[in-house]
């Protein structure tokens, strides 16, 4: 599909994952008017994803980046969006986490009674995943939980469909005309382009100076009768999320040199003998994909406008975490693009200009 003549936007957006839904539909939601160009072929990284979103960072048991701002906006974006498409997609969940040491526990009681409020302050004892494996104790983190990212995408693509304001096509960036008060694109007029277009920002020319830091990641979805884990995500060592159905979503590897969307048999393998350590089940495997996250060198979306091209934008570098970050710093950029508001310093796109080579 190619653009239409005679159409003019106030933002065309490159990408149509989490992060360019996300982004879009928050600039519908104040009134702006959008053009989301997208091939859907170019990356899977947003629908390979568990969707899981995580307030503690497990290493040091403190709270994830910015997790008490952003866990509110995580629920008013989405529940809002939920009303809107009249379906569910958002799941509240704890995220059960295991112990192999008394030590863990300990340190794990001291983080909840010091105020941590994600983190349950009871150790339970025997979970029984199934009658042949059993946590021999664990505790739960609060407030955490998952969307279906694939059944937000199509619904958002079908909302942006219905609304005129989708085009599934592959930019061109040589037909791409940058002027000082717009952009053009073949018939297509814009007064600014925001690229949301994950890893592949490095394979264009003008963010290309960001310092990205692409991984590559892989699930498995099985069919597994038995187990015991129907509204908790698992994480010991591999994270296991319930599908409902008895279907569970397994992951999640991670490859810095393999930067492609093809599953490897490496990665299969890792996936099946994580599970099989801890599941002593018959199971069957329905789906085996692969992704690369657009992490940035220093684990901080990148936002803001391009040094020398006003009108060209950037929305991207959300790595494992975008179900967390996107809602909010889509707040934080759609007040920035409409009230000049500040963005947050450590993700805006300032911190790099340095690396343009002049």
């Keep these: 599909m190619h653009p239409q003549k005679n159409n003019s ?7 149509q994952g989490l992060a360019g839904s996300v982004l879009a539909l928050s600039l519908i939601q104040a ?45 008013l974006f989405y529940t809002y969006w939920e009303k809107q498409f009249q379906t569910s997609f958002v799941y509240q969940r704890s995220i059960i986490k295991s112990f192999t040491e008394e030590q863990e526990e300990r340190l794990w009681l001291k983080k909840a009674i010091e105020g941590n409020q994600y983190l349950d302050n009871t150790i339970y004892r025997q979970y029984p995943l199934n009658h042949l494996y059993t946590v021999a104790s664990y505790s739960k983190v609060l407030q955490a939980g998952n969307i279906n990212i694939p059944l937000f995408l199509d619904l ?16 061109n960036y040589h037909h791409l005309k940058i002027h000082e008060s717009e952009i053009t694109y073949e018939s297509l007029n814009a007064s600014q382009i925001i690229f949301c277009d994950g890893h592949l920002i490095n394979q264009q020319p003008y963010f290309n100076f960001i310092p990205m830091k692409p991984v590559k990641g892989e699930t498995l979805t099985i069919y597994c009768e ?15 999320l ?21 599953p490897s048999e490496e990665g299969k393998q890792f996936l099946i003998d994580k599970f099989e350590e801890i599941i002593k089940l018959p199971y069957q495997i329905i789906e085996h994909q692969a992704g690369v996250r657009p992490s940035v060198v220093d684990r901080r979306p990148v936002i803001g406008r391009h040094p020398n091209y006003k009108n060209l934008l950037v929305f991207n570098g959300f790595g494992t975490k975008a179900v967390m970050l996107a809602p909010y710093f889509a707040k ?10 500040n963005l947050h310093p450590e993700v805006d796109v300032k911190r790099f200009y340095d690396r343009i080579q002049s």
């Design 242 to 262: 319930p599908l409902g159905h008895h279907l569970y979503k397994i992951g999640a590897t991670y490859d810095w040199e393999n930067l492609n969307d093809i």
């Design 332 to 341: 934080q950029f759609t007040q920035h693009l409409s009230q000049n508001q």
């Design 31 to 75: 009134g702006c008017s959008v053009m989301v160009i997208d091939n859907p072929k170019l990356s899977q990284c947003s629908r390979v994803a568990g969707g899981a979103w995580n307030p503690i960072v497990f290493k040091r048991l403190t709270k994830s980046w910015l997790a008490d701002e952003l866990l509110p906006e995580l629920n």
């Design 226 to 240: 038995g187990i015991n884990l129907e509204n908790d995500i698992l994480s010991t060592g591999f994270f296991m």
């Design 9 to 15: 936007y106030q933002f065309v957006i490159v990408g």
């Design 156 to 171: 958002t693509k079908h909302y942006l469909i219905q609304s005129n304001a989708y085009m599934q096509h592959t930019l």
